[in-house]
Each structure stands twice: as structure tokens, then as C-alpha cells.
């Protein structure tokens, strides 16, 4: 994204703030995996939105109506020898020319620098109780500029929570940020297409797991959204399976639930189909019932519909079908009461999607649901999961299905942007059938 991109939400943010407030972001560090191998590096959400900014160990400082500069980075200072090592550094040069800051310093700085930038402050804005460590160094600073302080030069006397504001600017997304969402989604979608083309029976969880993450990497989604779920027969009953490790047997269904991650943006799609490419009649009466609730759900999503219509709409369409099916038992009425369809369907239905797989944004406003409006983004994603260990007939046993899309809402309703996924089962088993 272009370096304008940021600078428009930065100045969003500080229009929201007073003339005395400061905000402080603070950029992720790299993570040691095992020994001295770290973890691939993924930049803090909050940092990159206002940003872009995308090396290690950085914090970014906002002080409003500052004449010597609104925008400040901290950042690792270039080093010849260290770059020969691990890669080019964009220095303090860098970060100005090529990230818009006013002004850069050597992160080494930043304990004596950020005393003069929060001198005179009143309140301080930062991602509050996200990360003890950012806890300390906020308490540390203000504990000192409180030493320093004078009666005609004021210390900040107020932490405020950053995520109040931000997450409610990242809740909307601008025509930028809905292309790369687009773009993952259909991405993300090949590669469940390419699941389905590739599975076999006698293949472990993990070889279709590297088959969705092949796909996804050729594409240019460089990283996954989050670790894939691949769980074949009872293992698509677990909702946070990820082991991956089973064999797919025939007879089985097996759920992905992967999504690759594009220019720091998620996509969350979830399939499930047959590990020998047909369903049976009982696999395929409980996936037509998920896919009517989702449809359901789905054809609900425009402005002005209240969030918890959706769950609402998905419970009753999963509690009507596990009634007409002999699942459960009783009046429809009895069976929401009573939440007896919870032993089958135990999440919600939804959650917000952007540069996180849970996106920032709240989800009531003054403890009312609040309603869809446009530039939203959400999953939508009912489910049933039939495990053995519940007092079912047999024939239902085992049979672990949800189907998830992610969901733009519109002016006038809504675009399903992972919508390449198949997910009838007339065109899973065409799919599944050419491919064998």
C-alpha cells in the first residue's frame, strides 16, 4: 500500500484526539521458536495499520499539533556487518523517506528521546493491557517525566486505551483494504478447490494440509492466516483440531478450516467434504442442513441487520433440521430454551475478519447488538459436529461439518468474497470426480 494510505489514517486518529494527548505504538519483536531459530516475523496489527512499517522492534510515537513533527519512528539503526547477516535495515532515513515519518531515532534512544516528546503531555493513548512488558515501559516513562515534572511543564496524568479508537477504525474497510481481502478470500479458495482435487483416501491430515498451503504460497499469500485445521472422520468434530496427523479414510469427511494471509490481510474459509469424493445419505442430509443456515445467515447480511439475528437465524434453521432429523427432540421452542442443540452446535455463527482472523471491533455498543453497516467485514460460518461420544444413533457418528465464508457487507446487502470455494455437494462431487 502506498505510504498516503497510512498517513490518512494517522491523521483520522489524531483528529480524535486533544491537543495534549500522545499515542504510543509499539511494534512486535521477533520470537524465539527453539535455540537461536526464531519464528517468522509478523508485525503487530495496531503498528502496521497506522504505519506500514514492517522490520522488527520499532515504536511509533503520534503527538498532536507537535510542530516538530506529528509522526515519529523509533527504529534499529542500519549496521553493515549485522545486514550482511540478516537483510537490509531501512534505518532512520528509511523510515522517513520510505514511511513518512517526521522524524526517525535509533530505537536505543528511545527511554531519554520519548521523555522529551511526552513532556507536556496530559494523556497517553496505547494499546492498554495488550502486552505486560508495553505495561511496564508506559508506567516507567510517566514515573519519570512525574520526577522531572514542574508546575509550568505538565507530566501525563491519564493512560487512555488506544483500542477504543482504533479498533473502531479498523472495523470499516476502505476500498484498499476490500480489494486485498477480495484477493486473499479468492486465493484462500483456489486452494481449498485444489484440496478437494488432491484428497484420497490413505493420505495423512498433514499431506492435504501442505497441499492448501502449496496453493496458497504460489499465489502470493507468503504466510497462513493461522495454523489449518485438516481433521478427517472424528477429528472434524474437535473445532480447534490442528494436529493434523490422522490418516483419511475412506467413508470419512474431512474439514479444512485455512485461509491464507495477503499483504497482512486474513481470509477464513472453511470446506467440508467426502475423503473418496461422494457423501453419504446421512453425511449428506446434516451438510444440506449447515449449508441452508448459512445460506440463511448469508441472505440476512445488509445495513441495518442487528448482529445477533444472525446466530438467531443459524439456531433455528440447525434446530428445526436436528428435530425433523430425530436428533433432538421436542418443540422447536423447547429445543432453543433449553439450548439442547448446543451439544451440536456450540459457537457463534460469526466474528469480524481484516488484518486480524478476529478482527478488532466491538461487537455491542452500550451492551445493545450492534446493527451491519457498510465497509464491515465478517465470517459466516454455522456448523454440526456429531461426535461419537454423544448419545446419537450410530449412522450420525462422526460427522463433523461446517462451511464458513467470508462476507462483505454492501450499500444495499452483501458480496460473499470467498465465493470460489465450492460448496454445493452437486459440485464438490464434480470436482472431487473429475480429479479421480
Same mark, same amino acid.
Given at each position: 500500500?502506498?505510504?498516503?494510505?497510512?498517513?490518512?489514517?494517522?491523521?483520522?486518529?489524531?483528529?480524535?484526539?486533544?491537543?495534549?494527548?500522545?499515542?504510543?505504538?509499539?511494534?512486535?519483536?521477533?520470537?524465539?521458536?527453539?535455540?537461536?531459530?526464531?519464528?517468522?516475523?509478523?508485525?503487530?496489527?495496531?503498528?502496521?495499520?497506522?504505519?506500514?512499517?514492517?522490520?522488527?522492534?520499532?515504536?511509533?510515537?503520534?503527538?498532536?499539533?507537535?510542530?516538530?513533527?506529528?509522526?515519529?519512528?523509533?527504529?534499529?539503526?542500519?549496521?553493515?556487518?549485522?545486514?550482511?547477516?540478516?537483510?537490509?535495515?531501512?534505518?532512520?532515513?528509511?523510515?522517513?523517506?520510505?514511511?513518512?515519518?517526521?522524524?526517525?531515532?535509533?530505537?536505543?534512544?528511545?527511554?531519554?528521546?520519548?521523555?522529551?516528546?511526552?513532556?507536556?503531555?496530559?494523556?497517553?493513548?496505547?494499546?492498554?493491557?495488550?502486552?505486560?512488558?508495553?505495561?511496564?515501559?508506559?508506567?516507567?516513562?510517566?514515573?519519570?517525566?512525574?520526577?522531572?515534572?514542574?508546575?509550568?511543564?505538565?507530566?501525563?496524568?491519564?493512560?487512555?486505551?488506544?483500542?477504543?479508537?482504533?479498533?473502531?477504525?479498523?472495523?470499516? #474497510?476502505? !476500498?484498499? /483494504? %476490500?480489494?486485498? +481481502?477480495?484477493?486473499? =478470500? $479468492?486465493?484462500?479458495?483456489?486452494?481449498?478447490?485444489?484440496?478437494?482435487?488432491?484428497?484420497?483416501?490413505?493420505?495423512?491430515?498433514?499431506?492435504?494440509?501442505?497441499?492448501?498451503?502449496?496453493?496458497?504460497?504460489?499465489?502470493?499469500?507468503?504466510?497462513?492466516?493461522?495454523?489449518?485445521?485438516?481433521?478427517?472422520?472424528?477429528?472434524?468434530?474437535?473445532?480447534?483440531?490442528?494436529?493434523?496427523?490422522?490418516?483419511?479414510?475412506?467413508?470419512?469427511?474431512?474439514?479444512?478450516?485455512?485461509?491464507?494471509?495477503?499483504?497482512?490481510?486474513?481470509?477464513?474459509?472453511?470446506?467440508?467434504?467426502?475423503?473418496?469424493?461422494?457423501?453419504? #445419505?446421512? !453425511?449428506? /442430509? %446434516?451438510?444440506? +442442513?449447515?449449508?441452508? =443456515? $448459512?445460506?440463511?445467515?448469508?441472505?440476512?447480511?445488509?445495513?441495518?441487520?442487528?448482529?445477533?439475528?444472525?446466530?438467531?437465524?443459524?439456531?433455528?434453521?440447525?434446530?428445526?433440521?436436528?428435530?425433523?432429523?430425530?436428533?433432538?427432540?421436542?418443540?422447536?421452542?423447547?429445543?432453543?430454551?433449553?439450548?439442547?442443540?448446543?451439544?451440536?452446535?456450540?459457537?457463534?455463527?460469526?466474528?469480524?475478519?481484516?488484518?486480524?482472523?478476529?478482527?478488532?471491533?466491538?461487537?455491542?455498543?452500550?451492551?445493545?447488538?450492534?446493527?451491519?453497516?457498510?465497509?464491515?467485514?465478517?465470517?459466516?460460518?454455522?456448523?454440526?459436529?456429531?461426535?461419537?461420544?454423544?448419545?446419537?444413533?450410530?449412522?450420525?457418528?462422526?460427522?463433523?461439518?461446517?462451511?464458513?465464508?467470508?462476507?462483505?457487507?454492501?450499500?444495499?446487502?452483501?458480496?460473499?468474497?470467498?465465493?470460489?470455494?465450492?460448496?454445493?455437494?452437486?459440485?464438490?462431487?464434480?470436482?472431487?470426480?473429475?480429479?479421480?
Amino acid at each position: 500500500m502506498e505510504k498516503s494510505v497510512f498517513a490518512i489514517r494517522r491523521q483520522k486518529l489524531l483528529a480524535q484526539l486533544g491537543n495534549k494527548d500522545a499515542v504510543i505504538l509499539f511494534g512486535s519483536s521477533e520470537l524465539l521458536r527453539n535455540g537461536d531459530v526464531h519464528f517468522p516475523f509478523r508485525q503487530n496489527s495496531n503498528f502496521f495499520y497506522y504505519t506500514g512499517y514492517s522490520e522488527p522492534e520499532a515504536i511509533a510515537v503520534l503527538i498532536p499539533g507537535d510542530k516538530g513533527g506529528e509522526y515519529i519512528i523509533f527504529n534499529t539503526p542500519k549496521d553493515p556487518v549485522m545486514e550482511r547477516w540478516v537483510g537490509t535495515r531501512v534505518g532512520q532515513e528509511g523510515a522517513v523517506a520510505q514511511f513518512g515519518a517526521d522524524t526517525a531515532f535509533d530505537i536505543y534512544s528511545i527511554d531519554e528521546k520519548i521523555l522529551e516528546l511526552l513532556a507536556g503531555r496530559e494523556q497517553i493513548f496505547y494499546d492498554l493491557g495488550s502486552h505486560p512488558l508495553w505495561d511496564k515501559r508506559i508506567l516507567d516513562w510517566t514515573h519519570e517525566l512525574q520526577k522531572r515534572a514542574r508546575r509550568s511543564h505538565p507530566c501525563p496524568a491519564a493512560l487512555g486505551d488506544l483500542k477504543v479508537k482504533s479498533n473502531e477504525m479498523r472495523l470499516f #474497510k476502505d !476500498q484498499i /483494504e %476490500i480489494a486485498i +481481502l477480495r484477493e486473499a =478470500a $479468492q486465493k484462500s479458495a483456489e486452494a481449498h478447490r485444489a484440496a478437494m482435487q488432491k484428497c484420497k483416501s490413505g493420505m495423512f491430515e498433514f499431506q492435504l494440509e501442505a497441499v492448501v498451503n502449496y496453493e496458497l504460497m504460489v499465489r502470493g499469500c507468503r504466510f497462513s492466516a493461522y495454523p489449518a485445521i485438516v481433521g478427517g472422520g472424528p477429528n472434524a468434530c474437535i473445532l480447534h483440531y490442528n494436529d493434523n496427523s490422522k490418516l483419511l479414510k475412506d467413508g470419512d469427511l474431512v474439514l479444512i478450516d485455512a485461509g491464507g494471509e495477503y499483504e497482512n490481510y486474513a481470509s477464513d474459509i472453511t470446506r467440508t467434504f467426502p475423503v473418496n469424493g461422494k457423501f453419504s #445419505k446421512e !453425511q449428506a /442430509e %446434516i451438510y444440506n +442442513l449447515v449449508l441452508e =443456515a $448459512q445460506l440463511k445467515v448469508i441472505d440476512l447480511i445488509r445495513p441495518g441487520t442487528p448482529l445477533n439475528l444472525l446466530q438467531d437465524a443459524a439456531v433455528n434453521v440447525l434446530a428445526k433440521g436436528l428435530i425433523r432429523l430425530g436428533i433432538l427432540s421436542g418443540t422447536i421452542s423447547d429445543v432453543i430454551q433449553q439450548k439442547s442443540y448446543q451439544d451440536y452446535y456450540m459457537h457463534n455463527v460469526s466474528h469480524w475478519l481484516g488484518l486480524d482472523v478476529h478482527d478488532a471491533g466491538s461487537y455491542r455498543i452500550n451492551d445493545e447488538w450492534r446493527t451491519l453497516e457498510e465497509g464491515m467485514v465478517l465470517t459466516v460460518e454455522p456448523g454440526l459436529y456429531l461426535s461419537s461420544s454423544n448419545e446419537l444413533n450410530k449412522k450420525w457418528w462422526d460427522i463433523g461439518i461446517r462451511i464458513e465464508d467470508d462476507v462483505l457487507v454492501t450499500a444495499s446487502g452483501c458480496e460473499v468474497l470467498s465465493h470460489d470455494a465450492p460448496k454445493t455437494i452437486a459440485e464438490i462431487e464434480r470436482i472431487m470426480g473429475e480429479a479421480s
